[in-house]
Every structure is written in C-alpha cells, then in structure tokens.
C-alpha cells in the first residue's frame, strides 16, 4: 500500500529514535567536554582540601595519608606534589617529582605576583620568554589570598599538552601543587562521542527491524479488518475476525462480527420483504392484465349475441313478420342468446371466485365412481342429442379427496367439452387409472385431435380452437380455465393427450387410503366405533 500505516508508523519510531540518538550525539559532543572540566575543577579542588585538612590534623606525613594520597591520585588521574618550608619533598603522588618541583617554580616565580590575575580575570599571558619556554599561562579559575592558593590553566610548551594546575599553601605553611592533564579528558570526551555515534547507528538499525516487526504485527489484525470491511462491502458477510488478543483491535473486530450478522439479517429481512412485494407487485399487474383480458373477452363474447338480441328485438317490434310462426322463431333465438349470455357470466363468476381465492375448498372423502356415473345419467339426453355412445365400466367404489360439488365441475366440462368435439366413431371414453396414491380421471372422445401449437393456449380463458364450431354449441371458452382453476385449488394435475383417433383429457385427485382388507380407513374407524 502507498500510505501503509506499517510504513508510517516504522518512519515515525524510527525518526524519533536517529533524532534521540542524533540529539544525544550533539549534547554529549557539545557540552560534555565542558561538563568534564567542571568535574575536573571539583575533583582538584576536593583533593586540596584533604590535602589542607590532613595539614591541619598532623597527618600529612604518615603512612597512611601517603595510601589515601595514592589512592586519589590514582582515582582522578592527578600528579600531586607537598614541599616543607624548606622545600625538601613531603610527599609526590602520579608524576614525575623534579618535573612536578620546576612547573611549580615556575609558577611561584612568574605567576604569584601577577596583577592581571586579581579578581579571577581572565588572562592571555604569554610567559614563555620568562619561564625559559617550559608554560604558557592560559587563563585563571581559581584564587584565593589566605591560605594562597591558584588554579589556572597552562599549556606545556615542552609537550604541547594543556593541564590544570592548582598550587598555593597548606595552613601550615607547606607547599603544594597539583596537576590533571586536559588531554585525557578531550580524548575521553572524543571517545564517547563516537562511541556514542557508533552505538545510536546500530540501535537506530536494530530498533528499525524490531519496529518493523512489532509494526507488522500490529498492522495485520488492521489489514484483516480491511480486508472483512471490503468482503462485507461485497455483502460477503461470511467473513469474520479471528483474533484472540484482548486489545482495542480486538473489540473492533468483534463489532464488525457483530455488524456483519445484523447486516447479514437486516438484508435478509429486506430481500424477503422486497421479494413479497414484486410478488404483489407483479400480483397486481397479473390482476391488472387479468382484468383488461376479461374486460376485452366479455367485451367480445357478449357482443354478438347482444347484438342477435337487440336484432330480433327490433324485428318483433317493428313487426317485421306477422305470422306466429316467425314471431316465435325470433322470441327463440333472443332466449337461446340469453341463455348463451347468463350461462357464460355464470362461468366467468364461477372461475373469477376460484382465481382470486375467494371460492371457499371443501376437502372431503366422496366415491367417485358414483359421482361419474350419476353425471352420466342426468346427461343421457345430451348424449342421446349428440348421437354418442359412453363407455365406463368401472363398478366398484372408489374414493378421494377433494371438494365434491368442483370435482362435478371438472367432469362436467371434460364430458361437454367431448360431446362438443365427437367425431368418427362418436365414442366418449372414461377411464379411472390408480396409480400410488392418485387416481387418474380420464375422458377421450373420438375426434380431430388439437393442433400442437394449440395444447398450450387451452387453459386460457375465451381461448377457442375453432371459433366457428365453438359458436356452433355455445361454448364461451371458459370452461378448461375452470378446469385449471380447481385442480390448482387442491393441488392436483391436469392436462390434456392427442391421440390419432381422438382427444383424451385427464385429471387426478387423491386417493383415500385403504386397508388390507380393501376397506378405507374411515370405515375402519368406523366399524371400531
């Protein structure tokens, strides 16, 4: 990534560090020599007042002063040297004694009555030419009149190496000198500064890497949310944060968990809620549609026979003919049309209830070998009309499931529809066909068969094959979507089958189970009772 978060974090931590160290580098090489000399300052003087302190107590030619005087000489890194008043050698600690005795005699001759010294005045006195060129005289720190004493610092012009010298006299009278060399302590304070550039460029490397890798490690757990984020962007919400620490970046992964399963279920609500309404939607525009369609097909179907009415009506009126006999012919066709009109709307009424649900389904066990039989009976003088010969031969029980005064329907129009379409041998033939538990109810009749690119279009209302033989027999092209109406209503299939000789059309229901006795289990129950 362009803008990592890892990358920023690292370049901060590690900026800040090579700032620290680089900040460090310059303090330690700026100010650390000074900080040194001060020490410097501190340590002589410390040394000159144990010195003035053993003089006090009588202690400075013992044994054991002379250890402790070794011991800080070797502690400091100091050259101390104590004359009596005769200048004969008490005591000399880290250095060379005749070294030590001309250095301090050429202080006591050139420096002690300098009067540029006064106050602690800074000083560039050149003394060369007067110490025979052995010191310089740099500048003055330190003065005091009782016990005198001076601390300056000189420059050796025999070595060319600066030092700190304090001489003066002890309180009781001795003479004493003592010397650190500035050297030493520049080249620790350069020592240091690189020791210290050397170790802030390893540290800045090593806690680089170490950065790096703790930056990794706190990075990741964001990228994986990143990446969740993206995959729930996508409306993916099967990803989830597997992290097991306790931190802040845990609880965030937690809530977007729990932001996935909300919005995981919201969305779930909204799709089943924008699914239902398409369905109603898609409902009322199949109702919409439903009701242009029957307004256009009533509008068709009722226009030729009301306008066969309003016709002979006007003939009667206008006494076209006076004889009864036409007279009678013209009351007959305005009746006939009538009926045509009043059965058709009853149809319409009939299938209208039982598409929209309103039509209330009676579920009830009924045989329905008596059912076709009895139809076939009440219908003898259609068949006698029409010239049909009706074979069933079925004789014994059978019962089903379903809705008794439908499942009439549903034979009515199979039968009428047959009668309607008999041809050839003009036989109509009505089978029952078990099979699992369903029974098959079929009606052939020998005919023309359908035109495939018609078997589709039957179950459409005011759909009509042959339109002019429709009209021939009053069909109004309602009655196989009535079919369709009812078998839907309890669940059931339907359809139609050509054959070369004729047309079969077929619907199933539900059989009653029986024993194994070939009794249904009501009359089981029954015969328990």
Same mark, same amino acid.
């Given at each position: ?16 560090? #090579? ?54 000489? #070797? ?65 003055? &720190? ?21 030092? &700190? ?74 990803? !989830? ?49 439903? !009701? ?78 008596? &059912? ?58 009505? =089978? ?36 002019? =033989?429709? !009209? ?52 089981? !129950?029954?015969?328990?009772?």
């Amino acid at each position: 990534m362009r803008y990592s978060i890892r990358k920023q974090f690292a370049c901060i931590f590690i900026g800040l560090m #090579a700032g620290t160290m680089l900040l460090c580098w310059f303090v330690n090489s700026t100010f650390l020599e000074r900080f040194y000399f001060m020490n410097k300052q501190r340590v002589v003087m410390e040394a000159y007042d144990q010195l003035n302190e053993a003089a006090q107590s009588g202690s400075i030619s013992t044994d054991d002063f002379n250890v402790h005087l070794q011991q800080i000489s #070797a502690t400091y890194n100091i050259s101390i040297l104590i004359l009596d008043e005769d200048s004969e050698t008490i005591r000399v600690s880290g250095g060379d004694p005749s070294m030590l005795r001309g250095d301090l005699w050429s202080h006591i001759i050139f420096d002690s009555y300098d009067p540029a010294a006064e106050g602690l005045a800074e000083e560039q006195q050149q003394s060369a030419s007067q110490n025979g060129g052995v010191l310089r005289t740099s500048r003055v &720190l330190a003065r005091n009149e009782s016990p005198f004493y001076l601390m300056q610092v000189v420059t050796s012009l025999r070595v060319n190496v600066d030092y &700190l010298d304090m001489w003066g006299f002890l309180e009781n009278g001795n003479l004493f000198f003592i010397r650190t060399a500035l050297e030493s302590m520049r080249d620790s304070t350069d020592i240091s500064s690189r020791f210290l550039a050397y170790v802030g460029i390893l540290a800045t490397l090593v806690c680089g890497v170490v950065i790096w890798l703790v930056s990794k490690k706190i990075t990741d757990p964001i990228l994986e949310l990143a990446h969740i984020s993206e995959r729930m962007a996508h409306l993916d919400f099967d990803a !989830r944060y597997q992290g097991k620490s306790f931190n802040e970046i845990a609880v965030l992964g937690n809530h977007m968990n729990e932001l996935a399963d909300t919005l995981e279920s919201t969305i779930s609500e909204l799709k089943t809620a924008n699914n239902e309404l398409q369905k109603d939607i898609e409902k009322k525009n199949q109702i919409d549609e439903m !009701r242009k369609e029957f307004l256009a097909n009533v509008s068709h179907e009722l226009k030729t026979p009301i306008a066969l009415i309003q016709g002979y009506a006007e003939g009667l009126k206008e006494e076209i003919n006076d004889d009864a006999e036409s007279r009678e012919f013209y009351c007959d066709v305005i009746m006939d049309e009538s009926a045509k009109m009043n059965n058709m709307v009853k149809k319409l009424l009939t299938l209208n209830e039982l598409e929209f649900g309103n039509a209330v389904v009676t579920m009830e066990r009924f045989d329905i070998v008596a &059912l076709i039989r009895n139809y076939i009976q009440s219908a003898d003088i259609l068949v006698k009309q029409n010239e049909a010969k009706v074979n069933f031969n079925e004789t014994e029980p059978v019962y089903v499931w379903g809705d008794e005064f439908k499942a009439e329907e549903v034979v009515m129009n199979y039968f009428s529809n047959a009668l309607n379409h008999l041809d050839g041998d003009r036989v109509v033939d009505i =089978r029952l066909k078990k099979q699992d538990k369903l029974v098959r109810v079929s009606v052939f009749n020998t005919g023309i068969p359908i035109p495939e690119e018609s078997l589709p279009h039957l179950w459409e209302k005011f759909y009509k094959v042959d339109k002019a =033989r429709t !009209r021939e027999y009053g069909g109004s092209g309602v009655g196989l979507s009535i079919v369709k109406a009812i078998q839907d209503s309890i669940h059931q299939k339907y359809g139609v089958i050509n054959y070369e000789n004729g047309v079969e059309f077929w619907f199933e229901m539900e059989l009653v189970e029986e024993d194994t006795d070939g009794k249904t289990a009501e009359e089981v !129950r029954e015969g328990q009772a």
